[in-house]
């Protein structure tokens, strides 16, 4: 199996489910960090605490708003949106990243350049470094749920974990990886700033810790907003999936060339193909309707997310220039006469 077939296979039936368990796991995880950051930071007066409050409360909004994409987007197709509801999980999520970036790095960035430029009191640092230590073990757990899930996808799909992750169209479980590695980071970023205060007696570490949390959650909201954009415009399936189309709308009999192929991807069990088809010229009408129905089951059979497959009967291009040409003679001969 190709590496770039790990996007047009994402989830399969349980895939959804598990996608849930892992985003329900994070957000109460950073739900109950959250508040005690909030409380270590504003006894220990630490910036870089508060910081964090603010990273743990933009990822709890973060995945709430992930909730809602995953259960919004399993809506049945219906009159009114025929293609189903898949691209709206998307949606969602580019609002998750706005929200990690607006909720988490601008205050952290802000916090720490107001703390370098307005100094800070430090107060006792040991309940900072016993919340950090809850955290660093809550958010563990809760990335180890996440990288559970990457591990047995990739392997499924027999692919890296690292491409897997990249390429995925399963963002949900891509935020909650990427967002608790980014808080672990931002939690050892924090605990060098209040060691650095507590070694020099300084708030100068304590703001630079903060604006280097904020930092990291620009790059994380930046990665996230451009996967879901992406997917948003409409992403097509990579170049050695859509030659696996191409392939296999081929092998099916009385179809002679694939002459334009469109893919989509829909949502992470959800593709969308499209095709326009030269069919054998002698082929009748109950044959091309079969061919297209045996097309449609070998790309499903292939491609297991494959949900929707159209294809149109087009005239090659020998046929078209023949065409072209008869119709020029009969022309000549109109203006010929009798």
Not at 83 to 92: D, K, Q, S
Not at 162 to 167: E, I, P, S, V
Request: glycine residues 10%; charged residues 25%.
């Amino acid at each position: 199996m190709s590496d770039a077939k790990a996007e047009s296979e994402a989830d399969d039936g349980e895939g959804g489910g598990e996608s849930t368990f892992t985003v329900i796991v994070a957000a109460l995880a950073n739900l109950g960090i959250a508040v005690a950051k909030a409380v270590a930071g504003l006894i220990s007066g630490s910036s870089a605490m508060l910081s964090e409050a603010a990273h743990s409360v933009a990822d709890t909004v973060t995945e709430v708003m992930l909730l809602t994409a995953l259960k919004r987007s399993e809506k049945p197709a219906d009159e009114d949106h025929p293609l189903g509801y898949g691209p709206e999980r998307y949606i969602w999520a580019m609002l998750a990243s706005i929200a990690t970036f607006v909720g988490g790095a601008v205050f952290s960035i802000y916090d720490g350049v107001h703390t370098l430029i307005a100094g800070e009191e430090l107060g006792d640092p040991l309940i900072s470094y016993v919340v950090l230590g809850v955290a660093f073990l809550l958010e563990g757990y809760s990335l180890r749920t996440g990288v559970k899930q990457v591990r047995r996808e990739a392997s499924r799909l027999r692919v890296p974990d690292t491409y897997y992750l990249r390429h995925t169209p399963d963002t949900a479980v891509k935020a909650v990886v990427m967002e608790d590695s980014a808080a672990l980071i931002g939690l050892l970023l924090a605990a060098g700033g209040l060691l650095g205060g507590q070694l020099t007696g300084s708030g100068v570490w304590d703001g630079i810790a903060s604006c280097l949390i904020g930092l990291l959650l620009v790059y994380v909201a930046w990665v996230l907003g451009r996967s879901n954009a992406q997917l948003l415009i409409g992403r097509p399936l990579p170049p050695a999936v859509r030659a696996g189309v191409r392939e296999e709308l081929k092998s099916v009999p009385h179809i002679v060339d694939v002459l334009e192929l469109t893919t989509l991807i829909q949502g992470p069990a959800e593709i969308l193909i499209a095709a326009k088809v030269d069919f054998r010229d002698m082929a009748t009408a109950e044959e091309v309707e079969w061919a297209c129905e045996e097309a449609e089951a070998q790309l499903r059979e292939r491609f297991p997310s494959v949900r929707r497959v159209y294809l149109d009967p087009t005239p090659g291009r020998e046929q078209r220039e023949q065409r072209e040409q008869r119709e020029q003679r009969e022309q000549r001969e109109r203006r010929r006469g009798p």
